[in-house]
């Protein structure tokens, strides 16, 4: 069990490693740190309805639309998302949580940085239990929510807001 919990934290921590020696940082640099995103994370529940990205099938040209179906699908490897911060509270996790000294693993910033949404500023949608949502990747909604959707709308714009 803590073989594999490290033997992953090793590998992304190789990766990000590599990433900061490619970005020009070194071990300990401020740019060797993930940035805090200071957008607020409004939470899956702000991208889930069925007119935007909750919908029972694909149907957009470009965006499928029916990306929540597939982050909760428990079938769907991109399922394991959604599930990410639900395996903390899994007694497997405490022991791991255990040996490696942490107390509360569904509250520790090390954990919940690759479990779940570490976001700073949280909307009244936002849940820990989403696990990796939508903001953990594309940053906090609160810049392009509004925007991303609307009719002048292009993807270099969308992609520039998160």
Known sequence: MLAECMAAASHWLRVAI??????????????????????????????????????????????????????????????VHSRAWNVLNEPRAQAIGKRLGIANVAASKECISCHGDPAPVRGPKWQQSDGVGCEACHGGSERWLASHASVNASHADNVAKG
């Open 18 to 79: 590599a990433l900061g020696v490619l970005a020009g940082a070194t071990v300990g640099s401020p740019l060797a740190a993930a940035p805090i995103d200071p957008a607020v994370h409004q939470g899956v529940a702000s991208c889930g309805s069925s007119t935007c990205h909750g919908r029972q099938e694909a149907t957009g040209p470009r965006v499928r639309q029916n990306e929540v179906i597939s982050w909760s699908d428990p079938a769907s490897l991109t399922g």
